[in-house]
């Protein structure tokens, strides 16, 4: 009975700032701006930020894959070390995370503008600058850079876990080293892989920042659209109504996921 | 049971300059079934992991069907292990467990499904083809991991602990079981444990392991009736060890006494160590003992009474039928056969002492060593 009590501060802390504000983006969402009357108007406007919308998407699942491919095995790779070296090199891996998020975005502007640190030295070198910024490639590199650590940790975690006598017990019946991988250690890290994922798809595709500093209006995501509805244009009713179709989209995704991952893997879910 | 199918010839096998086995010398025929048996930290698990190819020997040499295999990898070897506490792989179910290795082999699925049939069968789990290996009781995901094994149809299955994890009836089971198939299927056995008791009951040939090194290697009645030394006497079963003198071929001095017996072979006046099995001595009435004692502690075994008697300082065990409370002055009798001699080793005066002998002893001894050995 205690530890219903002892849950009581994060439910009450539950209630004020997640299902309250939830409710407030709910009413902002299907109330008009002027009048205040119940619409759906607002909804129905998403239609025309649909580009908007797909390309957020597409850029953050092509983030997430490289993300996977460059952090799985980094993450197996640490997950095999020596205990020391395990903890030094995740040490190093959450550094940047210690950074502001700001920081490092604003970072990179400077390495890749088109004064920037690589263009000089590349045209010190008597050639013609490249164009590094401003793109959608720019906002993937941005996305990776900063996302990468959420996809190594749970890798990392789930591959340190699986027991090292599953490896003895897949070369005992047969496999070499590369069938060890994709017969066991593979389908066990499963579920990191699927954390992984949801831990950088989801904050990657409702960024805002990362498009404003290294895309161009051209490659602007839904996450720009949303904060300009509340600091710019000041319809924040569209902008919540923006929010909440966001929102279930992610969880359409992440449900598609987990319906491709779970069969192997029902402990693995990950709920929003 | 002929031919020689595993040789290990002076295997040494040191981790961070620390000696784990000290030149081991052991040969496995076919179809036999080996136990590697001591306490926790012997090397008995490393010398099956040796054999299973997951540790190269730091020397001497491993040979199988006469060929080197010290450089083989595990995977190509012709060997099966059933872990300890199984291993079994939590993301597939119990059929795709033991197909795996056919899987891996690439052989049909007709065949796959006909083996993996006839093996659920063997270890009695028809049935359970689909259920999460999460779902299984320690005794069935044990016979998962043994059909797992077998049906790649090894030369070799090596067992370690197999059966440590399992309650007292289902372990007994198990072993009868194991003997079984190990018979049915004609495939050799190496067996590990630090259970004495189930070693004499499976075993053809039992080596007993200490400090890494082979102590005693012979059939479970030649380890019982002939211990070579006092850790072999008091590792398997009870022991009395006592200090003697031998004084010549059949004649053996100890408590200032002379008895017959049937040993031969020792120097003369060569101190030894004798040892009396708690079984074989008979109690008598004091005036007509050849030793003397008084009852110091009884305790209830349900076929016989561990009965403590302190001989002049020396308390010994006895396991009689016959109740003495404690306090009587009792007489024993030794039959000459009932005297085993043996060389003084670096062992001796080790063991064989009851004066610290509790009812309790066994039972810490057995949670010892089911710890985990690496």
Redesign the interface.
Known sequence: MKSKWLSGPYILWMVLFTIVPLGVVLYYALTDSITGEFTLANLANFVDYWPIFLRSIWLSIFATLICLLIGYPVAYYIAHCKPTTQRLLQMLIMLPMCMSFLLRTLAWVALLDDTGIINNFIRTLGLSPLPLIRNNGAVILGMVYNYLPYMILPLYTVIMKIDPRLIEAAQDLGCNSRRVFTRVTLPLSVPGIVSGITMVFVPAVSTFYISQKLGSPGTILIGDVIESQFKAAYNPNLGAALSLVLMVLIFVCVGIMNRFTSEDAEESMVTL | MSQELIRLTDLVMEFDGERILDSINLYIKDKEFLTLLGPSGCGKTTTLRVI???LTPTSGDVLFDGKRINDV???KRR???V???Y?????LDVYDNIA??LR??KHSEQEIDDRVTEMLEIVSLKGFENRKITSLSGGQQQRVAIA??LV?RPKVLLLDEPLGALDLRLRKDMQNELKRIQQAMGITFIYVTHDQEEALTMSDTIVVMDKGRIQQIGTPEDIYNEPKNAFVADFIGESNILDGIMLDDCRVKFFGRQFKCVDKGFDKNEPVDVVIRPEDIDIVSADEGHLCGTVTSVTFKGVHYDTIVDFKGFKWLIQTTDYCPVGSYIGIRLNPEDIHIMHKSEYSGMFGDYSSYSAEYDEIADAEGGEDEE
């Open positions: 299973g190819g997951f990898p595990a995977y060997i099966n292990t872990f300890q506490r291993a079994l792989f939590p993301h795996f290795g891996i082999a797992r094994a790649n």
